[in-house]
């Protein structure tokens, strides 16, 4: 047995087997063939091997387990053998002569956001079944197969030197239990999405590809990591896991309770979400809106921006799902860690600080527009707040309300229906608190985004594994920057929610209470311990 400890992002447990995950990238490599006719071979050959492996997958999973397991591996047969996947993979080999691995890729993400665009629940699922057929082909064309993830028809931990974004946000999260990286910190966004996975993730250790397929037990609280544990180990915490659900399980009590303190203060309680399907988990946690859609996720791994009807759909269909909420979905804040091929984003000296989120948007206004007139149409199917990210001046609120004018103009012409939305901005910048009475005469709402507002005032790089003890959430200068906010939203009575990480930190709830915030946007899991904490509370004993 081996014990290791590494950082953690939450407090979570699991129990299970490690798979190591090959990052795409390496897998993929050129994209051009110099021998197109040795591709279509190569593609050919691991397409019948393919082929095998889920009949063999198929006829053991039967037997082992049931047809409905093994009716997985039927439905992957059927997608691999699906001519218009394997035509269009063939004519990229054949035709524009790329390699056979990026062919699969390239194709294989088309499908995949396709699907995963669906309104329906049960389609969009299907977008999970296309990556495992996409990740199949790969890892024989690889010769990496032994380790598919998709092979496994039991829950798994992921090991992976890194992992980005794009990357964490596609995994099939069905049969996920946590992550373990090298790489990684507790306030980048890949730790953002195992948080509203609601799994754990040890960052900061140094895998071993051999603990590849060994049991492993990751301890969120004591933020280690046992390779391999004894049994009584495993059983000690089996039963933990069992008094942790328990007790999720009690919070059920006070699920469509108010979050309002002992002496009458309340607050709205909303989830942040990464894609459509969180919203399955926010609503089950009882969130009383979105309070933080990153639609930018959606389209991390396009291979082209995604167009007006397909955001319209999602952003739709996210609004339906809540009726009468209140819902803010935030326009795009791509850059630094969360980069997409299509906008081919130069590398930068400081990309923290340079050519990210709104400078991307009002730089491209073409691009941004097309973003802008789903946002408007959506808008007419329920309660839609448009959130803009790394503001730091009025100029950009006003630029961007041109460009709404603009938009509502072009979607009247034709005749298309739209929305009123109203319009808030992020505070996430020092400038942003210094300037925040201008921007509260200006905007409608304010969402303060800690995990920058910290990284940007306190000069931390949030995605620097190594900057983790000086990383101080209770740093004072952050604190006077966020009540400094909340007194100018309200001196131009305009509400004011916290919707970065510190969010979810029960040891400043107090506190952001008591200087006035008006909500607080978590990951779903965290929601009902929120609530608990602040229905147990008492802040005017504080206040006196
Ligand atoms: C933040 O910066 O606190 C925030 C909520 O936005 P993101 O984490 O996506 O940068
Ligand atoms: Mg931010």
Not at 66 to 92: P, W
Not at 449 to 460: F, H, I, K, P, R
Not at 478 to 493: D, F, K, P, S, V
Request: aromatic share 6%.
């Amino acid at each position: 047995m081996l014990k290791i400890t590494g950082q953690s992002i939450s407090s979570e447990l699991a129990i299970g087997t490690i798979r190591y995950y090959r990052q795409m990238k390496n897998i993929i490599g050129d994209a051009v063939a110099s021998d197109p006719d040795a591709e279509l071979a190569r593609y050919r050959s691991a397409y019948r091997k393919c082929m095998d492996q889920l009949q063999q997958l198929y006829t053991n999973t039967l037997q082992q387990l049931s047809a409905r397991e093994a009716g997985i591996f039927e439905m992957h047969r059927m997608l691999l053998a699906d001519s218009q996947f394997h035509n269009a993979i063939e004519a990229a080999i054949a035709q524009e002569q790329k390699t056979a691995e990026y062919a699969v890729y390239s194709v294989g993400q088309k499908l995949w956001e396709r699907f995963a665009a669906m309104d329906d629940p049960y389609l969009r699922e299907r977008g999970a079944d296309i990556q495992d057929v996409m990740n199949r082909l790969l890892s024989v064309l690889s010769g990496k197969n032994e380790s598919a993830l998709d092979q496994i028809t039991e829950p798994f931990i992921v090991m992976a030197q890194d992992l980005s974004p794009g990357e964490t946000v596609q995994m099939n999260t069905s049969r996920l239990l946590g992550f373990i990286t090298c790489q990684g910190s507790p306030y980048s966004h890949t730790a953002i999405l195992a948080k509203t996975m609601g799994i754990p993730a040890l960052m900061h250790i140094d895998i071993d590809e051999n603990w590849d397929g060994h049991l492993a037990i990751i301890d969120g609280k004591n933020q280690c990591l046992y390779i391999d544990p004894d049994e009584p180990l495993i059983r000690e915490y089996q039963t933990k896991i069992n008094s942790d659900r328990k007790k999720r399980e009690a919070l059920q009590a006070i699920l469509h309770l108010p979050a309002v303190t002992r002496d009458g203060h309340e607050v709205k309680l909303y989830a942040n979400i990464n894609t459509p399907s969180d919203m399955d988990a926010a609503i089950r946690q009882g969130a009383e809106g979105i309070g933080l859609f990153r639609s930018e996720f959606l389209y991390l791994n396009a291979q082209e921006y995604p167009d007006e009807e397909v955001q319209y759909s999602i952003y739709r269909s996210v609004l339906e799902r809540m009726p009468d909420r209140h819902i803010v979905i935030r326009t795009l804040d791509l850059g630094t860690d969360k980069k997409s091929p299509y906008l081919a984003l130069e590398p930068e000296d400081n990309p923290a600080l340079g050519y990210r989120a709104i400078r991307i948007c009002l730089n491209q206004p073409e691009l941004f527009k097309v973003q802008l007139r789903a946002l408007l149409r959506a808008a007419a199917h329920g309660s839609l707040h448009i959130l803009l990210p790394m503001i730091i001046s009025v100029r950009e609120i006003r630029q961007t309300r041109e460009l709404l004018e603009t938009c509502k103009k072009e979607l009247a012409e034709k005749g298309t229906p739209f929305g009123d939305p109203v319009l808030g901005v992020m505070i996430e910048t020092p400038a942003a608190v210094l300037v925040a009475d201008e921007l509260a005469a200006e905007a409608d709402f304010f969402s303060i985004g800690t995990n920058d507002l910290a990284q940007y005032t306190m000069a931390l790089d949030r995605n620097n594994a190594r900057l983790h003890t000086f990383y101080d959430p209770h740093h004072p200068a952050l604190l006077r920057l966020i009540g400094m906010t909340a007194e100018a939203a309200h001196r131009h009575n305009i509400p004011v929610c916290i919707c970065g990480e510190s969010g979810a930190d029960l040891t400043l709830t107090k506190t952001f209470l008591s200087m006035g915030i008006d909500a607080l946007s978590v990951a779903p899991g965290a929601l009902l311990p929120l609530k608990k904490s602040i229905r147990e509370m008492t802040l005017a004993a504080d206040n006196a």
